[in-house]
């Protein structure tokens, strides 16, 4: 089956010029979403970059990584970096051609100097003449930064449009939901000068075509403000999973201030993700890496649980409509706005992120809320074993039997458990292999499902509970 098409289309291609008036970078946009409403090419900002060198060299990485493949190298899509803007902020956002690295610049309002920055989230157009002109770019003139076309007035292409079709970045969707689910567990393990960090990164093998990102490398932060190699995953050290994935924020580290570490809290030794954030004048640089480089975001299955409660999607809907580009949510405030709970609030905004609306900010330790200018499509087609779970239950092969669960039928069935601190267990194949570390199996998921019925139904208002039972009808006339 041949993958669908996303059309980016441009008024021209983005370029470093030069004129009497000195240089410029001009990023063109394709079609995205504004609160006026979807507009083909937006304007986002107009104005002077406050460190060119250094913003040069950061986009230059972001596009880097949308360029790569790290896991079975070879050429592939060129696709293009989505951005936001927050009303003070840009952020652009990239993830490999593997999925398992996901890049975000935030140019933040110390890092522009100029007109007001808008609101919304679009696709820049990053070529190949585009990245070898910043990977030239140096000096201390100012640089001008346009995200848009050149005037708001523009309305025709005047011949000189530039279109690319590429297959359509599903992964891309999934891989966005899953990395903010899994950045809102990390927490800071080390803060480091740029000189330590560099030190670190140019002792790690460089990635190459023929050699993929192989190598796990350990490292323990120090009371000294180093990072001390160590050969395997003692008490305290950090994974450096794939470390040849690092290996572009090299020439990055000379314009930075400092560098931090996030690896999930939870992390008690073994190959992990990990967090690497460059703090640049007015701007951060983070590269998120998967816990291996054979495995992508899109395949987590973080997101699996909050889709699988029914309030979860409901909730998504009210929480929704409050949201508006907001550069950092707060939890506790649309938790009073909706009257919902912060665990009923993180869950719906988990469920928004499988459309691509939220993300999470580990320096800030927020989400934030972006909206994809392509069509999310239906999460639970993009996780098979939601839909796996949602079968077993459709089927009646769901068991209850005490502090057990039994999910399937006759030779099929697998034993489901909790243990005192609420984690479950199943006897499946896949449970066995990754004992939880890819989410849950479709079976926990299903036990959860048939168990949480009757908390779901007593968190219900009267008229949730209606609308419940009267979709519940539906579904099972359209089974019939």
């Known amino acids: 089956m041949s993958s669908p098409t996303q059309s980016y289309t441009y008024l021209d291609a983005s370029a470093v010029r030069e004129s009497a008036a000195g240089r410029s970078l001009a990023l063109e946009t394709s079609g995205g979403a504004t609160p006026a409403g979807e507009e083909a090419n937006p304007r986002f900002f107009d104005g002077f970059l406050t460190a060119p060198t250094a913003a040069a060299s950061a986009l230059l990485a972001v596009a880097d990584v949308a360029a790569t493949r790290y896991y079975r190298p070879g050429s592939g899509a060129l696709l293009d970096?989505?951005?936001?803007?927050?009303?003070?902020?840009?952020?652009?956002?990239?993830?490999?051609?593997?999925?398992?690295?996901?890049?975000?610049?935030?140019?933040?309002?110390?890092?522009?100097?100029?007109?007001?920055?808008?609101?919304?989230?679009?696709?820049?157009?990053?070529?190949?003449?585009l990245r070898q002109a910043l990977a030239r770019l140096g000096g201390l003139d100012p640089l001008r930064l346009r995200v848009g076309p050149e005037g708001v007035e523009a309305t025709t292409f005047d011949g000189r449009f530039v279109e690319k079709k590429?297959?359509?970045?599903?992964?891309?969707?999934?891989?966005?939901?899953?990395?903010?689910?899994?950045?809102?567990?990390?927490v800071p393990r080390a803060e480091v000068p740029p000189a330590q960090a560099a030190a670190v990164l140019r002792s790690l093998p460089r990635f190459t075509l023929s050699s993929g990102a192989r190598?796990?490398?350990?490292?323990?932060?120090?009371?000294?403000?180093?990072?001390?190699?160590?050969?395997?995953?003692?008490p305290g050290a950090v994974c450096l999973p794939g470390a040849e994935r690092l290996t572009g924020l090299v020439p990055v580290l000379r314009h930075a201030t400092s560098v931090r570490l996030y690896t999930p809290e939870t992390?008690?030794?073994?190959?992990?993700?990990?967090?690497?954030?460059?703090?640049?004048?007015?701007?951060?640089?983070?590269?998120?890496?998967?816990?291996?480089?054979?495995?992508?975001?899109?395949?987590?299955?973080g997101v699996l649980e909050d889709l699988a409660t029914g309030p979860a999607a409901r909730d998504a809907e009210h929480v929704a409509e409050l949201l508006a580009w907001e550069p950092k949510i707060d939890k506790a405030v649309l938790s009073a706005q909706t009257g919902?709970?912060?665990?009923?609030?993180?869950?719906?905004?988990?469920?928004?992120?499988?459309?691509?609306?939220?993300g999470y900010?580990?320096?800030?330790?927020?989400?934030?809320?972006?909206?994809?200018?392509?069509?999310?499509?239906?999460?639970?087609?993009?996780?098979?074993?939601?839909?796996?779970?949602?079968?077993?239950?459709?089927?009646?092969?769901?068991?209850?039997?005490g502090a057990l669960t039994w999910v399937g039928k006759d030779d099929h069935a697998h034993m489901v458990g909790v243990d005192d601190a609420g984690r479950a267990s199943c006897t499946?194949?896949?449970?066995?292999?990754?004992?939880?570390?890819?989410?849950?199996?479709?079976h926990v998921l299903a036990a959860g499902m048939v168990r949480g019925r009757e908390t779901d139904r007593e968190a219900e208002t009267p008229a949730e509970a209606t609308a419940t039972t009267t979709a519940t009808a539906a579904r099972a006339e359209t089974a019939r």
């Open 166 to 186: 590429v297959p359509l970045p599903q992964r891309w969707l999934r891989g966005f939901a899953e990395a903010q689910v899994l950045g809102a567990g990390f």
């Open 81 to 129: 970096p989505v951005v936001t803007a927050n009303g003070d902020r840009l952020r652009m956002e990239s993830f490999s051609g593997c999925c398992g690295v996901y890049a975000r610049l935030d140019v933040l309002a110390p890092g522009l100097d100029g007109d007001d920055i808008g609101h919304g989230t679009t696709n820049v157009d990053i070529n190949v003449p």
């Open 340 to 358: 919902l709970t912060p665990k009923r609030v993180r869950a719906a905004l988990t469920v928004l992120g499988t459309s691509g609306q939220i």
């Open 428 to 442: 499946c194949l896949w449970w066995a292999k990754y004992q939880g570390g890819r989410g849950p199996c479709k």
């Open 267 to 301: 992390a008690k030794g073994g190959e992990t993700a990990v967090a690497w954030e460059v703090t640049l004048p007015g701007m951060r640089l983070t590269l998120l890496l998967s816990p291996r480089a054979s495995r992508g975001f899109s395949g987590e299955g």
């Open 361 to 401: 900010d580990l320096a800030e330790e927020a989400y934030f809320h972006r909206n994809l200018p392509w069509s999310a499509g239906d999460a639970e087609a993009r996780n098979p074993r939601l839909r796996g779970a949602r079968a077993l239950v459709a089927q009646g092969a769901v068991r209850l039997d």
């Open 215 to 234: 190598t796990t490398r350990w490292v323990v932060p120090t009371g000294h403000n180093t990072l001390r190699p160590v050969s395997r995953p003692v």
